[in-house]
């Protein structure tokens, strides 16, 4: 398995409850980003982490997202009381660096929905 | 508006025919990727162009990067049915560090 892996695949929650989505990146990749991609908004940018470090925090829509990553590799995106908004698809990419220029691979994604 | 537009939205292909997508910036380009997705899977690195100027090919598809007209285009020879699916342009600016900023997407569907 040398790919980024998500999981779960697919999400079913209820409108309050909170969820936890899971981002295994490539070994080795330093860089590990977040993005929702939803129907009438295209692809969006959550979160960037380098390291365990999330010098870009931009892009979460609000308070009740967070995000952590652990030892430089597994990260979790975390959803607090759910709304029914919050039902995308959450793709996770990791990245190397060559020649000055950086590579994301992406995960397969999580898809969520909020009922 | 969006930062990137891509055109078409959406084109519907004869298997052997040739096909161009167009990714069109409204702000400088720093870098531009083309990703390949499939309905339920995740987005799949294609080519990645540098400013510049530069053009690049893998197997039947060209992507170029023209950096005056602020524009990419990715060009198909010869379609297969296996080229289907939706394809993303990614770019990166200058002020935004190394998170990407995409298009809406072409969706391409290529008939046997």
């Known amino acids: 398995g040398a790919g980024v892996s998500q999981s779960p695949s697919n999400k079913v929650t209820e409108k309050g409850k909170d969820v936890e989505l899971r981002c295994d990146p490539i070994?080795?990749?330093?860089?590990l980003y977040w993005y929702r991609q939803s129907l009438g908004q295209g692809l969006e940018f959550l979160i960037y982490f380098q390291g365990n470090s999330a010098p870009d925090k931009s892009g979460l829509p609000s308070d009740r997202f967070s995000a952590e990553r652990t030892g430089g590799s597994v990260s979790t995106l975390t959803i607090q009381r759910t709304q029914q908004e919050d039902s995308a698809v959450y793709l996770c990419?990791?990245?190397?660096?060559?020649?000055?220029?950086?590579?994301?691979?992406f995960g397969p994604g999580t898809r969520l929905l909020v009922l | 508006s969006q930062e990137l537009e891509q055109s078409p939205q959406s084109l519907i292909v004869q298997e052997g025919k040739n096909l161009t997508i167009n990714c069109t910036s409204s702000k400088t380009l720093y870098g531009l990727y083309w990703y390949k997705q499939k309905y339920g899977e995740g987005l799949i690195f294609l080519m990645m162009l540098q400013k510049g100027g530069e053009e690049k090919s893998h197997e039947k598809i060209t992507a170029k990067l023209d950096e005056k007209k602020q524009q990419s285009s990715l060009h198909i020879t010869a379609s297969q049915p296996s080229h289907a699916g939706i394809y993303l342009c990614g770019a990166v600016r200058e002020t935004s560090g190394s998170r990407l900023t995409f298009g809406e997407g072409t969706q391409l569907t290529v008939n046997p």
């Open positions: 990419a990791s990245s190397f660096t060559s020649g000055g220029w950086e590579t994301q691979y």
């Open positions: 070994s080795g990749h330093t860089a």
